[in-house]
Each structure stands twice: as C-alpha cells, then as structure tokens.
T-cell receptor, first 114, second 111 residues
C-alpha cells in the first residue's frame, strides 16, 4: 500500500487492555494527524504533529497517548479506554501544517472497546 | 451551535441527476473550504478546495462558496453510481491552522 497506511485495520479491546495504533506515511510529509470519527458525528481532530513536534492537543483524555518518533510514523497508545471510545480512528498527513496543505488520510482503524 | 452545519442525509438520487450538497458556517475566520469524499471502509479523500467566493469546477464537480452568506455547496452533474459515498465539507481557519468538518452527507446514486 502506498500513501498513508494504518495498522491494525480492526481492533477489539477490553477496557483494561493496552494497545497501540500505528500510522505510516510514504509521502515525505512533515505533518501528521490523528482524528476520531464516530457515527453521526463530525470528524474530531485529536492531535497534530509538525516536524515531530506536537502542535495540537484538542483536549483529548490522557488515556490516549500519541507518539511521533519521526516524520513518517505516528502512534496512538491506548489504555483504560471506555466503550464510548469505540470509533474509527483516522491518521492523516500533509506536506506542512496550515492552510493550503492537502491532508491525505489513511483507511482508519475500526476500534471497538468492550 | 456547531461551527459547521451540513445538510443531513441520506440522499438518494437516480443516475444522471444533479446533486447539491450544502454546508453553512458561523466562523468568519474560515478562509479555506474543502470537500472530501469518503467511501465505505476508506478514509476521506480531498475532492476540491477553494479559498475565495465564487465557483470552482473540476470535471463533473463544482464547488461554490458564498462568504457573505457563509454558505458552501458542492454540485455533482451527471451523477454516477460510483459517486455513492459520504461527502464531508471542511473549513480551515488559517490562523488556527486546523480544519473543522461537517457531519457528512451520505449519497446513494441508483442505476
């Protein structure tokens, strides 16, 4: 797969589990994003990294912990999640952060918290 | 009140119809306007973006922005079954550098 890849594509976890979502972009971009997409709700921006530095944390609960070791990789570490955290988690990248930079999305990880 | 309101769906039209998808917004700081298409089990893909009032055309798609009314539209001419997807409007505040999305409108084009 080219562009933006995400693994796993589907994840079922209990509320006491710890898991991680992975995103990788093959586009040479400098900015990476995590979004949450729930049914009947708009895309919610969670985190933004630009040149590996976190530039945006949209009041996300601490049970979600992002990590950006380099401009090509982005992780979302999950622990002690709640059932309402079940959603599609989308990763995106763009050449830079800000207006005029097109965001390219991955296919998402469908997360179910039981 | 949400910053971006998108016409709710779902929308079902026959093949060949003209489709109009609409969003309104309240934040005057929004300067960039985008339309994304999202197929089932896929991430959104950017269809069109514009930063000025007026029309922008790309094939069968036309994006229209009216900043004075805080209203944007996406028109699809000669709609095809392959256009069946969820369409998301998004707007960017250039100062904040982040996009705000509408809820999405699901379109089905029936052959």
């Amino acid at each position: 797969e080219t562009g933006v890849t995400q693994t796993p594509r589907h994840l079922v976890m209990g509320m006491t589990n710890k898991k991680s979502l992975k995103c990788e972009q093959h586009l040479g971009h400098n900015a990476m994003y995590w979004y949450k997409q729930s049914a009947k709700k708009p895309l919610e921006l969670m985190f933004v990294y630009n040149f590996k530095e976190q530039t945006e944390n949209n009041s996300v609960p601490s049970r979600f912990s992002p990590e950006c070791p380099n401009s090509s990789h982005l992780f979302l570490h999950l622990h002690t999640l709640q059932p309402e955290d079940s959603a599609l988690y989308l990763c995106a990248s763009s050449p830079g952060q800000g207006a005029g930079y097109e965001q390219y999305f991955g296919p998402g990880t469908r997360l179910t918290v039981t | 009140q949400k910053e971006v309101e998108q016409d709710p769906g779902p929308l079902s039209v026959p093949e060949g119809a003209i489709v109009s998808l609409n969003c309104t917004y309240s934040n005057s700081a929004f300067q960039y306007f985008m339309w994304y298409r999202q197929y089932s089990r896929k991430g959104p893909e950017l269809l069109m973006y514009t930063y000025s009032s007026g029309n922008k055309e790309d094939g069968r798609f036309t994006a229209q922005v009216d900043k004075s009314s805080k209203y944007i539209s996406l028109f699809i001419r000669d709609s095809q079954p392959s256009d069946s997807a969820t369409y998301l409007c998004a707007m960017m505040d250039t100062n904040a550098g982040k996009s705000t999305f509408g809820d999405g409108t699901t379109l089905t084009v029936k052959p």
